[in-house]
Nanobody
Framework: QVQLVESGGGLVQPGDSLRLSCAAS??????YGWFRQAPGKEREFVAT????????LYAASVKGRFAISRDDAKNTVYLQLNSLKPEDTAVYYC????????????????WGQGTQVTVSS
């Protein structure tokens, strides 16, 4: 079993930065991902990282602004959000799985509770 706990969300202004954290416990999994869901919209892929290869993939809408990383010692995955825009407002979720689609939320077995990010002036 895997437990994921996100933190780091908040209310920021356009252009600001935030760092989201996802503390993982339980057994090691092969892939972690970040997804987000805005009110009235489907949950969408944001970023993913393979634990063994450290390869990183991003949604086109966040590439160049967001960065996924990890701290092995803390068993924590991070999502750095830079140059935030109002359209980045959403609940951000950390997720994990061992196999399957990289981009599809349905393939991820374990989920955190989510953390709210609101970008507004």
């Amino acid at each position: 079993q895997v437990q994921l706990v996100e933190s780091g969300g908040g209310l920021v202004q356009p252009g600001d930065s935030l760092r989201l954290s996802c503390a993982a416990s339980g057994r090691t999994v092969s892939r972690y991902g970040w997804f987000r869901q805005a009110p009235g919209k489907e949950r969408e892929f944001v970023a993913t990282m393979s634990w063994s290869e450290s390869s990183r993939l991003y949604a086109a809408s966040v590439k160049g602004r967001f960065a996924i990383s990890r701290d092995d010692a803390k068993n924590t995955v991070y999502l750095q959000l830079n140059s935030l825009k109002p359209e980045d407002t959403a609940v951000y979720y950390c997720a994990a799985h061992d196999s399957g689609s990289i981009y599809s939320a349905n393939a991820y077995l374990w989920w955190g509770q989510g953390t709210q990010v609101t970008v507004s002036s």
